[in-house]
C-alpha cells in the first residue's frame, strides 16, 4: 500500500503487459521458491512503470478494487518470458481465505441495501423536488454508461496494439531479425531498420540474399528495379506520360 492509499493494495505485471493494482480479495495464491523470484534488472523495469502511471483503469465496469494500465516496451520484454513460466500456484492461508469470504458477503449485503433503498426512493418520488433528483440520478446514469462505453473502446485499443505488437515480434524472432530470448537486434534486423519500403523485411532478405553480393552494378539496379517496381504501381498518386 503506498501513501495515501486506502489498500492495501497489490501492483503486478500480467504476463499480457498489462500493470495491475488490485486488492486482496483479488489475490488467488502466491507464487513461492525461486520460480516466483523475478530478477532484479526486470523488477527494476516494472517499478519504474508502475510510478510512472497517470490513471488506472478500472477491469471492469464499477470494479475499484481491480485496475490496470497498459505497460511500456521496457514491461513488454518482462511479460514475454512471464509467458514461458510454468506456473503453480500456492495456496492462500486458511485465515485470509475466510476474511476475504466474509468480505464478499458484506459488499454483497452492501449492495443488495443500497438497491432496496433506490427501489423505495423511486417509489416515493411523487414531489417536485423527488422528480428533480431522480432526472439527476438518471442523467448520472446515462452519462456513467457513456464514460463506460469510452473506457471500454479505450481498453480494446490498449489490447489491440498489444496483440499487434506481440504479433511482429513473433514474426521478427521467426525469421530471425530478432534473438529470441533477448530480442536483441540480428544483422537481418539491422538491414531492415535501414530501409524504408512497403515490406522493409521482405526486402531485407532479398537484398542480404548470398546472391547478390557479387551482382555487377547494372544487375543490382535491374533487381532493385524489379522490387520496387510493385511498390511504385500501387502508389495513387503516380502519374505516367
Do not use: C
Not at 93 to 107: F, S, T
Not at 124 to 151: C, I, N, P, Y
Request: charged share 20%.
Amino acid at each position: 500500500t503506498r501513501e495515501g492509499e486506502a489498500g492495501p493494495y497489490y501492483y503486478a505485471l500480467g504476463a499480457d503487459n498489462r500493470l495491475l493494482r488490485v486488492s486482496v480479495v483479488h489475490v488467488a495464491g502466491v507464487l513461492g521458491g525461486p520460480e516466483g523470484a523475478l530478477a532484479q534488472e526486470d523488477a527494476a523495469k516494472v517499478l519504474a512503470a508502475l510510478e510512472s502511471v497517470p490513471k488506472w483503469s478500472n477491469l471492469s465496469d464499477g470494479q475499484v478494487s481491480a485496475q490496470f494500465y497498459t505497460g511500456n516496451s521496457a514491461t513488454a520484454v518482462v511479460a514475454l518470458q512471464l509467458q514461458a513460466k510454468k506456473w503453480a500456484l500456492l495456496d492462500i492461508e486458511p485465515g485470509l481465505k475466510a476474511d476475504i469470504e466474509e468480505a464478499r458477503l458484506a459488499l454483497k449485503a452492501a449492495q443488495v441495501a443500497l438497491d432496496a433503498h433506490r427501489k423505495g426512493t423511486a417509489g416515493g418520488a411523487s414531489t417536485k423536488a423527488d422528480r428533480a433528483a431522480m432526472g439527476k440520478v438518471a442523467e448520472a446514469k446515462r452519462l456513467q454508461r457513456k464514460a463506460d462505453a469510452l473506457r471500454g473502446e479505450m481498453r480494446q485499443a490498449g489490447e489491440n496494439t498489444w496483440r499487434n505488437f506481440t504479433g511482429v515480434v513473433d514474426i521478427l524472432t521467426a525469421m530471425g531479425a530478432l534473438e529470441v530470448e533477448s530480442l536483441s537486434i540480428l544483422p537481418l534486423g539491422l538491414t531492415a531498420r535501414s530501409i524504408q519500403g512497403q515490406n522493409e523485411l521482405w526486402l531485407a532478405l532479398v537484398l542480404s540474399h548470398p546472391a547478390v553480393v557479387n551482382l555487377t552494378g547494372a544487375e543490382l539496379a535491374g533487381l532493385l528495379g524489379a522490387i520496387l517496381t510493385g511498390e511504385v504501381l500501387r502508389k495513387s498518386g503516380a502519374v505516367w506520360t
